[in-house]
């Protein structure tokens, strides 16, 4: 059950997407109330897609909220980054093809990325798209994985290789639910809100910097507003380039790095969240070799990452051949040349192919073996 918090501000912000557009809602107690969902359904028949850990918290609540109108069911998934898999999605189409689910049902995607990509993948293949809803449980879900549409599944040599960009037809951003994630969990999720400050919006970066304990405490009022200033940025970026033929790539920032160290880990060893901190330190580097970013600025990186609780290297030695190769399979790769997202300066990045030498020094730095 998510609890209401009592005199805490609602945010409502909108993606521009023309008829494909919808609401972001950011509030305490949100999912667990029937209004939250009124035109955000179209049809009768909803199957909630969760997970093991989340099922036991918050799905009664959401199943109470929808049935007085709706046809619900549960689908209980196991947890984890190792099941953001093909096989798992295969249960998702089971149990909908079982039961005879048509193209006007609905998912509600109840729970963090990893439920909310894909759920949401299953969404956008189950008989050519059917409608989603995310009701993102992770801070990292709040800012950034339930709002823009990329969905997919892992494969065993490259993170997200097999997905399609379909966008839900609500975000309820609930920050009742985030009292209840661990700690760990709660700092990867701030990997991706620093990222959106070093990206495009330095005054937000400074705001972070000044506002870290308040942040670490969870306390409601500042929470509502790292997340509504992080899915401000996405939004913007997202209707600008759905579809990343452009500047939706700088979201990537540290990605490339990350995604290796995750594949290169075997999806689970590290969160997501923690390889993209280490993998905007490696970026950060690479961006002074360059001579765009100066020492002074990589340590002030360094400095803001590790204040919220992450990683600003590998955990151990990994070969460096390995990590490199991982990389050259980024959907950033072009005309067969890896493209990469750098600081030009901090709050301004930009996509480059023209890194030079840069890159392979970066890895040699942090890739010993
Ligand atoms: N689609 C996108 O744009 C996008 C953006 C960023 C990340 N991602 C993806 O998101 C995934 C990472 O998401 P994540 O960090 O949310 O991880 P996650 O989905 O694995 O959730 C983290 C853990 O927290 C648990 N949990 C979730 N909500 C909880 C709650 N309220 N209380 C207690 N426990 C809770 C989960 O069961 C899980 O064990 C990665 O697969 C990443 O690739 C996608
Ligand atoms: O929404 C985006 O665009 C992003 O890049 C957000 C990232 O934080 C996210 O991890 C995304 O899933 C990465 O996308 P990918 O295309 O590199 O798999
Ligand atoms: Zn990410």
């Known amino acids: 059950m998510s609890v209401a918090l009592e005199n805490t501000t609602r945010a409502d912000l909108r993606v521009e997407l023309g008829e494909r557009s919808y609401d972001i809602v950011i509030a305490g107690g949100l999912i667990d109330q029937p209004d939250a969902y009124n035109g955000a359904i179209r049809d009768k028949r909803v199957l909630i897609v969760t997970n093991e850990t989340v099922a036991p918290l918050y799905a009664a609540g959401v199943n109470k909220a929808l049935s007085a109108t709706h046809d619900v069911d549960t689908l209980t998934l196991p947890d984890g980054e190792q099941y953001?898999?093909?096989?798992?999605?295969?249960?998702?189409?089971?149990?909908?093809?079982?039961?005879?689910y048509g193209r006007d049902a609905t998912i509600v995607a109840l729970g963090g990325g990893v439920i909310g990509d894909i759920a949401g993948f299953a969404a956008a293949s189950y008989q050519r798209g059917i409608d989603f809803v995310q009701l993102p449980t992770t801070l990292l879900a709040q800012v950034d994985s339930s709002v823009g549409g990329k969905t997919g599944v892992n494969h065993r040599l490259g993170k997200n290789m097999i997905g399609a960009f379909h966008q839900p037809t609500r975000v309820l951003a609930d920050v009742g639910v985030l009292d209840s994630l661990p700690a760990r969990e709660f700092a990867a999720g701030m990997a991706e809100v620093i990222k959106y400050g070093l990206i495009r919006d330095r005054p937000f970066l400074d705001w972070l910097d000044a506002n870290l304990a308040a942040i670490n405490n969870r306390e409601p009022e500042v929470l509502i507003e790292v997340i509504r200033r992080s899915c401000a940025n996405k939004a913007e970026v997202v209707a600008a380039d759905e579809?990343?033929?452009?500047?939706?790539?700088?979201?990537?920032?540290?990605?490339?790095?990350?995604?290796?160290?995750?594949?290169?880990?075997?999806?689970?060893?590290?969160?997501?969240?923690?390889?993209?901190?280490a993998g905007m330190?490696?970026?950060?580097?690479?961006?002074?070799?360059?001579?765009?970013?100066?020492?002074?600025?990589?340590?002030?990186?360094?400095?803001?990452?590790?204040?919220?609780?992450?990683?600003?290297?590998p955990p151990r030695?990994?070969?460096?051949?390995?990590?490199?190769?991982?990389?050259a399979r980024d959907k950033k790769v072009a005309a067969g040349t890896l493209r990469l997202v750098l600081m030009r300066d901090i709050g301004e990045a930009v996509v480059t192919r023209d890194y030079g030498d840069a890159l392979d020094a970066t890895l040699k730095r942090y890739f010993a073996k």
Request: glycine share 8%.
């Open 243 to 277: 579809r990343e033929a452009g500047q939706r790539a700088l979201l990537n920032l540290g990605h490339t790095y990350g995604h290796a160290l995750e594949a290169e880990l075997g999806y689970g060893e590290w969160l997501h969240g923690e390889a993209v901190a």
């Open 84 to 100: 953001k898999t093909l096989a798992t999605l295969d249960t998702i189409y089971d149990r909908l093809l079982e039961n005879g």
């Open 281 to 313: 330190c490696m970026a950060a580097d690479t961006a002074r070799r360059l001579g765009w970013l100066d020492e002074r600025q990589c340590e002030h990186i360094e400095r803001i990452i590790s204040a919220a609780h992450l990683p600003v290297a």
């Open 317 to 327: 030695e990994l070969e460096c051949a390995r990590i490199r190769s991982l990389m």
